[in-house]
């Protein structure tokens, strides 16, 4: 298996603070300033706990709350470079309004996937990475192997730290149409599919002044095109 084979899914960036109580009176002001920056995201929600906004073609959003600030950029939205840009002027933006000095923990996610035939293949497959042993015979009452695997390893150096969940899974996708349409039917699609959840995070806080986002989410992609294959023994 090659690290080529996983298709980049999301990426998802957010920081943590101490409630900004300034978000109530200054909720207008951020909203329009956001606005401003974005005119290709249209505003979902706007209270003074919470401005939030959606992309017009769906592939990202971003909000700004009383405890954080967090962005998400679907697959086929936009590179990490586009989400680290973004990610900067959005955090600019919110620091600036709402004073934030602070932060409780930053983190920066890359989720990659595998398209599998079954949830058994994903997971024979996971198991032949080597980063389990799973003992032969007989367990918990049954002579099958595992249904699923869900692997989560953990290091913290300093100011940084990694979380990694690599994980076989059935993602279940359900559509029912509204009551009064009665010429669609309710489907149900199944995916299996092989996940690596890769975080960077601050395993302690930081100042305001020390983030960088665009330079956070570049050290992401670091990681990932390279320790991540490297852990995982792919070619």
């Known amino acids: 298996m090659r690290f080529a084979e996983f298709e980049l899914d999301r990426v998802?960036?957010?920081?943590?603070?101490?409630?900004?109580?300034?978000?109530?009176?200054?909720?207008?002001?951020?909203?329009?300033?956001l606005?401003?920056?974005?005119?290709?995201?249209?505003?979902?929600?706007?209270?003074?706990?919470?401005?939030?906004?959606?992309?017009?073609?769906?592939?990202?959003?971003?909000?700004?709350?009383?405890?954080?600030?967090?962005?998400?950029?679907?697959?086929?939205?936009?590179?990490?470079e586009d989400a680290g840009d973004m990610a900067q002027k959005v955090i600019q933006i919110a620091f600036k309004n709402l004073q934030i000095t602070e932060l409780e923990r930053v983190g920066a996610r890359a989720i990659f996937t595998k398209k599998e035939k079954s949830l058994t293949?994903?997971?024979?497959?996971?198991?032949?990475?080597?980063?389990?042993?799973?003992?032969?015979?007989?367990?918990?009452?049954?002579?099958?192997?595992?249904?699923?695997?869900?692997l989560r390893f953990r290091w913290?150096?300093?100011?940084?730290?990694?979380n990694l969940n690599v994980r076989s899974e059935l993602l279940r996708i359900e559509f029912t149409p509204p009551r009064e349409i009665d010429d669609v039917e309710a489907t149900i699609e199944e995916r299996p599919r092989i996940?690596?959840?890769?975080?960077?995070?601050?395993?302690?806080?930081?100042?305001?002044?020390?983030?960088?986002?665009?330079?956070?989410?570049t050290s992401l992609r670091g990681i990932t095109n390279r320790d991540v294959p490297r852990f995982l023994g792919f070619l």
């Open 195 to 217: 996940v690596l959840d890769v975080d960077y995070f601050t395993p302690k806080p930081i100042t305001a002044a020390q983030l960088s986002p665009r330079d956070w989410i």
């Open 12 to 33: 998802i960036f957010e920081a943590k603070y101490k409630r900004a109580f300034r978000l109530w009176d200054s909720a207008g002001a951020v909203a329009l300033a």
């Open 156 to 162: 913290e150096d300093g100011p940084r730290g990694v």
């Open 35 to 80: 606005m401003e920056a974005f005119p290709n995201s249209e505003n979902v929600e706007a209270n003074p706990s919470k401005i939030a906004f959606v992309s017009k073609d769906r592939n990202s959003d971003f909000a700004v709350e009383l405890e954080r600030v967090g962005l998400t950029f679907i697959k086929g939205s936009s590179t990490m």
């Open 121 to 150: 293949d994903a997971t024979k497959k996971v198991e032949e990475m080597g980063l389990v042993r799973i003992p032969e015979g007989s367990h918990f009452g049954t002579d099958k192997p595992p249904t699923s695997l869900d």
